[in-house]
């Protein structure tokens, strides 16, 4: 089985805003994977030094959730 390349379409650094994403895009049946999501929870505070939460994608479904994420409220920043 070839494993696909995984690719951050969002970045969040407030949990909030990412789990509304995550949702918006579950709801069009793309997968979604979360990179540092533990870290904000632990050190909001420090977001900013890890980057925050990256929200990412299967490589095939990257257009498609961006296409998502660009057409409904402003989050996350790319």
């Known amino acids: 089985m070839i494993e696909e390349k995984l690719v951050t379409v969002a970045t969040f650094h407030n949990e909030m805003e990412f789990l509304l994403a995550r949702t918006r895009l579950e709801s069009a049946d793309i997968e979604c994977f979360a ?3 533990n870290m ?3 050190a909001a505070w420090h977001s900013h030094i890890f980057g925050g939460i990256k929200l990412q994608v299967r490589e095939s ?3 498609a959730a961006s296409a998502i994420l660009q057409h409904t409220a402003p989050i996350g920043e790319e």
Do not use: C, N
């Open 61 to 63: 479904e990257a257009d």
């Open 35 to 37: 990179q540092d999501e």
């Open 40 to 42: 904000l929870r632990i």
